[in-house]
């Protein structure tokens, strides 16, 4: 019988848990009902107490640690944070998201506790197999083009569960029983001073937004009366991103251009892109319910980026572009200047 740990841990605010730790606690409570084994959630933060009350009616057992010194996402106050988290719930599986804070310190965490790792994970299951019942979890490989199902005999086994695979837990909050666990704070050499974030109205990506908007190289090229409009073309997209929350991704043969507002290959650019916004090749597969797709042409690597958005629309001119040929659900045979130009001033008079 396995003793199923979720960790998580809370936002910037301090006293609620990100969505991926939600997500992470679905999969821990689906797999503890499939196992029957006994379940647990950990919860690391300022106030984790706090947190808890979101998960409590998950009937799991609740730990929390708590304090100053976990305000900030440090690697010594973490790992220790987290085994002690492991360690009162004698956990055998644990389950974590794959978060920036806790991606960099399980690892360490595990191998602290004699354990073993797997990271990408996109489901965990029961599963049957010559020795009977077993977990067996499944991830991808090579940039995601590979997926494999794994499973392993030595516990504790750490899972990094990548963020959109799981509907986040959404139960009613209610009053919480946790059990606060004492850490023993190590050595601090490290002072967090602030956040630098850029300023809301330049940001292009957004991991939560219900829609993801592709942008091609089409952008930049020559329009059919001839010219280069790629001023024009920045202005639609960055409005379009504006007005709609949409997140912003691009083709990698766009952002192979420069992106200091200098020609690349002959061809003008748009400066708000970096590699950060690619789809595809970099191994980057956003997870949005929806995904529009402009002045691309749908070709490998960069629709491989596309298997987890669920409902996907393309605009172009070519109607033999690839996305015609079952990449798309819908393709509108147009031009995407006037079409985001029309979408745009749609969007601005519905505007309160």
């Avoid at 023993?184 to 993801?212: N, S, Y």
């Amino acid at each position: 019988m396995e003793t199923i740990l979720v960790l998580t841990h809370v936002d910037d605010g301090g006293a609620a848990l990100t969505r991926a730790s939600l997500e992470t606690v679905t999969a821990g409570l689906e797999l503890s009902r499939q196992s029957g084994s006994s379940f647990a959630i950990g919860i690391l933060g300022l106030d984790a107490e706090a947190a808890a009350g979101a998960v409590a009616a998950t009937g799991a057992r609740l730990f929390a640690v708590s304090g100053e010194a976990f305000a900030q996402a440090r690697y010594a106050t973490d790992a220790a944070g987290c085994e002690a988290l492991c360690r009162a719930a004698q956990a055998t599986l644990i389950l974590a998201p794959a978060s920036a804070r806790f991606a960099r310190i399980a690892a360490g965490v595990a191998h602290r506790l004699g354990g073993v790792i797997d990271t990408h994970i996109a489901d965990v299951q029961m599963a049957s197999n010559a020795g009977g019942q077993a977990i067996e979890a499944t991830r991808w490989f090579y940039r995601q083009r590979i997926e494999a199902v794994i499973g392993r005999e030595l516990r504790p086994w750490f899972l990094l569960l990548d963020a959109g695979t799981h509907a986040a837990y959404a139960g009613e909050p209610v009053a919480a029983q946790v059990e606060s666990i004492a850490v023993a704070v190590p050595a601090v050499r490290t002072v967090v001073e602030g956040f630098r974030a850029p300023m809301r109205g330049t940001q292009t990506i957004r991991p939560d937004a219900r829609l993801l908007f592709v942008a091609g190289a089409g952008w930049t090229k020559k329009q059919p009366d001839g010219q280069v409009h790629v001023s024009e073309a920045g202005e639609q997209i960055l409005s379009f991103l504006r007005l709609s929350g949409a997140s912003l991704g691009s083709s990698k043969s766009l952002t192979d251009q420069k992106a200091d507002g200098q020609a690349g290959e002959d061809q003008p650019v748009l400066p708000f892109l970096t590699h950060l916004n690619q789809i595809g090749q970099t191994g980057s597969t956003p997870r949005h319910p929806k995904g529009l797709s402009t002045c691309c042409h749908g070709e490998e690597p960069h629709a491989v980026g596309w298997r987890f958005i669920s409902e996907r629309r393309a605009i172009s001119l070519d109607a033999n572009c690839g996305w015609t040929r079952g990449k798309a659900d819908v393709v509108y045979v147009a031009d995407a200047f006037q079409v985001m130009a029309r979408v745009n001033a749609l969007l601005e008079a519905r505007k309160p």
